[in-house]
T-cell receptor, first 114, second 111 residues
Framework: DVKVTQSSRYLVKRTGEKVFLECVQDMDHENMFWYRQDPGLGLRLIYFSYDVKMKEKGDIPEGYSVSREKKERFSLILESASTNQTSMYLC?????????????FGSGTRLTVV | QKEVEQNSGPLSVPEGAIASLNCTYSDRVSQSFFWYRQYSGKSPELIMSIYSNGDKEDGRFTAQLNKASQYVSLLIRDSQPSDSATYLCAASNSGNTPLVFGKGTRLSVIA
């Protein structure tokens, strides 16, 4: 079965810490995406990547960066965590164009910044 | 700005009834449409995709697309309490562009 694995289900970090959220997919998908989901705001795209070492900004990239050194792994980095980054973070991947097959989501990381 | 609009709900239906979930989109060039189901505290899972005008059926689920009206819907027949979840509609242009999601409709099926 196709899998997107996010390393942590729940995470609590302090304000100002550098935070790494890891996402690994085992499907040889080219495309990977990071979203955050907040009540009333829906899913908001942070960054995405269509190939190794490539990255594109989404709708809300401020305060975040990403790394894609290997095809299967896409990391989201919070450079200096702030309380307004408390959220559910969802990683997704797609085989080929997203318009063809949609996304497969990971199980999510619920991050709390205190 | 590309937008996908959904009524947030909650939409309450009795067990065994048909639940009708609706979605409109702003970008006329959108080609592909997806319905995701998300249980509370879980991640979204894909339940239906539709690419052409008309109806597409899969078990108790039917997706409907009307590109002229820029309207997508999801019908759930014989609704069960286990169908209670938030349903997300997503649209995509052709090519390598990310999906655009609506904020979701919360469905509650009452036993």
């Amino acid at each position: 079965d196709v899998k997107v694995t996010q390393s942590s289900r729940y995470l609590v970090k302090r304000t100002g810490e550098k935070v790494f959220l890891e996402c690994v997919q085992d499907m040889d998908h080219e495309n990977m995406f990071w979203y955050r989901q907040d009540p009333g705001l829906g899913l908001r795209l942070i960054y995405f990547s269509y190939d190794v070492k490539m990255k594109e900004k989404g709708d809300i990239p401020e305060g975040y960066s990403v790394s894609r050194e290997k095809k299967e792994r896409f990391s989201l980095i919070l450079e200096s965590a702030s309380t307004n980054q408390t959220s559910m973070y969802l990683c997704a991947s797609s085989r080929g164009s997203p318009s063809d097959y949609g996304y497969t989501f990971g199980s999510g990381t619920r991050l709390t910044v205190v | 700005q590309k937008e996908v609009e959904q009524n947030s709900g909650p939409l309450s239906v009795p067990e065994g009834a048909i639940a009708s979930l609706n979605c409109t989109y702003s970008d006329r060039v959108s080609q592909s449409f997806f319905w995701y189901r998300q249980y509370s505290g879980k991640s979204p899972e894909l339940i239906m995709s539709i690419y052409s005008n008309g109806d597409k059926e899969d078990g108790r689920f039917t997706a409907q697309l009307n590109k002229a009206s820029q309207y997508v819907s999801l019908l759930i027949r014989d609704s069960q309490p286990s169908d209670s979840a938030t349903y997300l509609c997503a649209a995509s242009n052709s090519g390598n562009t990310p999906l655009v999601f609506g904020k979701g409709t919360r469905l509650s099926v009452i036993a």
